[in-house]
Nanobody, 122 residues
Framework: QVQLVESGGGLVQPGGSLRLSCAAS????????MGWYRQGPGKQRELVAA????????NYADSVKGRFTISRDNAKNTVYLQMNSLKPEDTAVYYC???????????????WGQGTQVTVSS
């Protein structure tokens, strides 16, 4: 059984910063790509940022480039999203996504966190 526990969401004023964390635990054999998605009110879920297993490559939505930074700590099975210069349009529920294997024979599967609310408002 795999669990993804997110933390770090909240209410912040425009221009402020937040740092999201997502820790994976349980029966994990190997972790591959990790990422963050978000779903705003009345919108579809969209990719915010992703990072490869070795951390060598990152990918960002155009709307967050230069403001958000994704990173990971493989020793802790944790992915982070540092969000700076936040805007009201960043308001959404943020979900972490982790691609992993639970055993050598299981194949890769995507797991999702429970979501954490980020609200940017004055």
């Amino acid at each position: 059984q795999v669990q993804l526990v997110e933390s770090g969401g909240g209410l912040v004023q425009p221009g402020g910063s937040l740092r999201l964390s997502c820790a994976a635990s349980g029966s994990i054999f190997s972790i591959y790509d990790m990422g963050w998605y978000r779903q705003g009110p009345g919108k579809q879920r969209e990719l915010v940022a992703a990072i490869t297993s070795a951390g060598g490559r990152t990918n960002y939505a155009d709307s967050v480039k230069g403001r958000f930074t994704i990173s990971r700590d493989n020793a802790k099975n944790t992915v982070y999203l540092q969000m700076n210069s936040l805007k009201p349009e960043d308001t959404a529920v943020y979900y972490c996504n982790v691609r992993l294997e639970v055993s050598y024979y299981s194949g890769r599967a995507d797991y999702w966190g429970q979501g954490t609310q980020v609200t940017v408002s004055s």
